[in-house]
């Protein structure tokens, strides 16, 4: 197996994008200079048995960093993120490219921008490509048989995570600032705490999906994969279409949280445990009040998941023809899940709906007596390529990994996870939930967590 080596990536200037605008509104760097280095690290990072990236976009990117360029150099006021090299998960229509969604067959090029990339045009994003994912976005492991599935940069010989495997793998190797990914069941906030990076999944309806190829049309969201809060938040203020505010880190001292006591805590491996207590004594120091306690919607979830839920049922929806067309060449694992949607009739999608609302209802009024929910990201640590070759591991595997992160799709909450574990220690994520709606302050009260773990490291 292909290893990376980090003495082949070359770091970009600054690790925040904060510092990388106001390096570039100085003359401190280029944008071109940064595009350079991240095409630097795909040459030599990106294995093709491997693919972060599935297609590159080196032309439209360098018309992009030259045309940012020149907008400083003219001292013309440039958009939000002018000169930021920013990846796509092949979900999001570009045009005159091809929306693959990780599949081998798709093949007609798109002939319009998603809307969300029409936003980061505006702002002065410079696109660097599509990266890989698991076929369909249907899976939080992020393995993917057409393109290969890349190496976790942060612990080699395990999985990045996914389904927006390529996306957050391109973030951790310096091919792209930032990136942005989907989010069903956890496909941002998974890759991203495997990879120790920020990933933030916004109330669904915070940002637009025209253009953006669907999973479940009842749980999909778009968010931002990125260094830090304030990274995501800078990026998610563009793709919102909504005015940046500078982001302010809301003090810990007297904030209400609650860890759940029962779902969330299950089969949770030792190191996920141990960086969970570590963090959770970090929070209590800085004055926040953790409460442990049962919550009873976390244990009506796994009906809302009988059948293979509502992403059977709306992937089934979608896919029915070109299973029956295109079948044979479809990922076995991704399509043996689709076709679970086939045994949903109506009556059972229809009951399914109900009881979601029931349940969105009930989590969104026990939600507010808390500043926001804490628990693992992910249970376990990432798993070994070699503990999934068999399709029962794979299955229980994959699971897992869902299981936490789900709850915020499934009960239309936002959520964001942050990097907790120690230097040496396999990675490991927190994640913070709050109320649909309540997106800015789950941001700033996450970059307050994200001050008192730094101040500990």
Partial sequence: MTQFKAKDLKPLPAGTLEDLLDGLATGQWQAADLLKTCQHNMDSGDDPRRQIYTGRFDGTATAEARAADNLYEARVPVGELAGIPVALKALFDVAGQVTHAGSQWWDTPAEHDALIVSRLRRAGAVITGHTNMTEFAYSGLGLNPHYGTPDNPLAPGRIPGGSSSGAAVAVACDMAAAAIGTDTGGSIRIPSAFCG?????????????????????????????ARTVDCCARVDAVLAGREWQPLRARPLDGLRFAVPANYMLDDVSREVADAFTRSLNLLRDAGAR????????????????????????????????????????????????????????????????????????????????????????????????????????????????????????????????????EQGELPSGLMLVGRNGTDADVLAIAAGIEEALREAC
Avoid at 197 to 225: A, C, H, M, N, Y
Avoid at 301 to 308: A, F, I, K, R, S
């Fill in 290 to 421: 953790i409460e442990e306690v049962a919550v009873p919607v976390l244990d009506t979830l796994p009906e809302l998941l009988e059948g293979g839920g509502l992403t059977a049922a709306e992937s089934y929806h979608i896919h029915r023809e070109w299973l029956r067309c295109h079948g044979d060449r479809y990922d076995p694992r991704v399509r043996s899940r689709m076709e679970r949607g086939a045994q949903l009739g109506a009556a059972d999608y229809i009951e399914l709906l109900r009881r979601r609302a029931d349940r969105k209802q009930q989590a969104d009024q026990w939600l507010a007596a808390y500043d926001g929910l804490l628990a693992p990201t992910v249970p376990i640590a990432p798993p070994r390529f070699e503990e999934l070759t068999g399709d029962e591991d794979y299955g229980r595997l994959n699971l897992l990994v869902l299981r936490n992160p789900t709850a915020a799709n499934l009960l239309d909450l936002c959520a964001i996870t942050l990097p907790n574990h």
């Fill in 197 to 225: 990076l920020v990933g933030f999944k916004p109330s669904q309806q915070r940002i637009p999906r025209r253009g953006t190829f669907p999973l479940s049309d009842s749980l999909d969201s778009v968010g931002p994969i």
